[in-house]
């Protein structure tokens, strides 16, 4: 240690200059800050000085690394494993608004995402109360799955009545929009059972459960042709209903 008065050179433990005499720096043994002779307590940690615990040790010579050191030398993350992908039976089930151009032309941005936020809460309430999973939330649509990650043997039902629960839940919420924004809203669904692959789609930090196959592909068309507050399902959906429900024939709009 080097005296601040004749800058003569001391070895470790010494209190006072072995050339000169004068008081030399106290270095505290917690976490190696030096402090001026004569200080009680330790201006980096607030250790008392007193004693043999102001004496220089070896972890006062290598202090403790600070949370910068530690960090820049921890060691990389390490991805996430990719889970293995699953073959299932599902019921996908789409929902979209309907005319949803229109509406963004006719309300403010903040507005828009205020009558879509409470169009996907309504529905996010009806498919949970059919256990369904919403995967993913499409702008203004819902993408549902019946059968994943809970598999039930009536998932097709489940799917068809979460459906019409929305239609309803929704006619209930247009009142209270046509007052407060002055808009309706209505949904078109569609409906699709058969087997998929779920399993994680994207790359690095952006990876979803997907389900791939024939499901979420059909469903998706089905509700792009449905009329507004109307949910068509395929015949393989149907057939599963096992007469639950009442189904009218579709026929495509001309």
């Keep these: 240690m080097q005296c601040p008065q004749c800058q003569c050179e001391n070895r470790a433990g010494r209190r006072f200059c072995a050339e000169c005499g004068a008081p030399l720096p106290l270095v505290c043994a917690a976490c190696g800050f030096t402090n001026e002779p004569g200080e009680k307590f330790c201006g980096g940690c607030g250790t008392s000085l007193a004693g043999p615990a102001s004496q220089p040790t070896q972890s006062a010579q290598h202090p403790v690394p600070s949370a910068v050191q ?120 569609g409906s699709h059972t058969g087997l998929v692959v779920v399993g994680d789609v994207g790359s690095g930090t952006r990876q979803e459960q997907l389900a791939l196959g024939e499901p979420p592909n059909l469903a998706a068309r089905l509700q792009g042709l449905a009329a507004p507050n109307t949910l068509v399902i395929s015949a393989t959906t149907f057939q599963l209903l096992g007469g639950s429900l009442r189904a009218s024939r579709w026929a495509p709009r001309s």
């Design 70 to 189: 530690r960090h820049q030398e921890a060691p990389p993350p390490v991805a996430r494993a990719t889970q293995e992908a699953e073959r299932r039976q599902l019921t996908v089930l789409f929902c979209d608004l309907v005319d949803s151009t229109r509406l963004a032309s006719q309300l403010d941005p903040e507005e828009l995402r205020q009558v879509v936020q409470a169009y996907q809460a309504t529905g996010a309430k009806v498919i949970a109360r059919f256990e369904g999973h919403i995967a993913q939330y499409l702008g203004d649509g819902l993408l549902v799955y019946f059968g994943y990650p809970l598999a039930h043997e009536d998932d097709a039902q489940r799917a068809v009545r979460a459906g019409l629960g929305i239609v309803d839940a929704l006619e209930q919420l247009t009142p209270r929009l046509t007052q407060t924004r002055g808009v309706q809203v209505a949904v078109h669904l």
